[in-house]
């Protein structure tokens, strides 16, 4: 199956710093990316879709200004938490799809706690 | 609003036992469910349904979709410890694409020896 690579695993910073999280399709190219959130003991709420080239679609309630997001190719979508705070700590995931009408397919997700 | 519930939210089973977990969706313009295994970190594929009544099988899971009652179950066989996962269900619409997924809470699965 496809592989998407997601980086990093897991990162710690303090609390006014930005983190950058990356997310890359390996074998294919991913026209489409999707960035999720994870809560503890709660499900994956879609954050945002990229599509290649174009500015991402952010769901309701997700600020785009604290949580940016770069599709600049077709294997490598970035998502920055900007001045990371305790409460945006949370287990973030990728996923990628090659076109519209194809399955996606998951980053390991990482993992940030803010200090 | 769009939305994927699934039940139980936990099950503690005994290995060798079988299980049956349950979503329901209730989503505009439906285009398909999808089960997806999450141990400690990214969920795992394992169905995609699209068709009412025509059961997926891989090994001791199966699962079938029914589009008139808008549910779909996920069985497991002979259940080992090595099945205890959270199990998401997940829908998608026509609206977005295949990967623009509306999860369900999941079901949380303990297989004791």
């Known amino acids: 199956g496809a592989v998407v690579s997601q980086h990093p695993s897991r990162v710690i910073c303090k609390s006014g710093t930005s983190v950058k999280i990356e997310c890359r399709s390996l074998d294919f190219q991913a026209t489409t990316m999707f960035w999720y959130r994870q809560f503890p003991k709660q499900s994956l709420m879609l954050m945002a879709t990229?599509?290649?080239?174009?500015?991402?679609?952010?769901e309701q309630g997700v600020e785009k200004d604290k949580f940016l997001i770069n599709h600049a190719s077709l294997t490598l979508s970035t998502l920055t938490v900007t001045s990371a705070h305790p409460e945006d700590s949370s287990f973030y995931i990728c996923s990628a799809s090659q076109g519209y009408d194809t399955e996606a397919f998951f980053g390991q997700g990482t993992r940030l706690t803010v200090v | 609003e769009d939305k994927v519930v699934q039940s139980p939210l936990s099950l503690v089973v005994h290995e060798g036992d079988t299980v049956t977990l349950n979503c329901s969706y209730e989503v505009t313009n439906f285009r398909s469910l999808l089960w997806y295994k999450q141990e400690k970190k990214a969920p795992t594929f394992l169905f995609m349904l699209?068709?009412?009544?025509i059961e997926k099988k891989s090994g001791r899971l199966s699962s079938i979709l029914d589009k008139k009652e808008l549910f779909s179950i996920l069985n497991i066989t002979a259940t080992q410890t090595g099945d205890s996962a959270i199990y998401l269900c997940a829908a998608t619409n026509y609206g977005g694409s295949q990967g623009n997924l509306i999860f369900g809470k999941g079901t949380k699965l303990s297989v004791k020896p």
């Open positions: 990229s599509n290649e080239g174009s500015k991402a679609t952010y």
């Open positions: 699209t068709s009412s009544g």
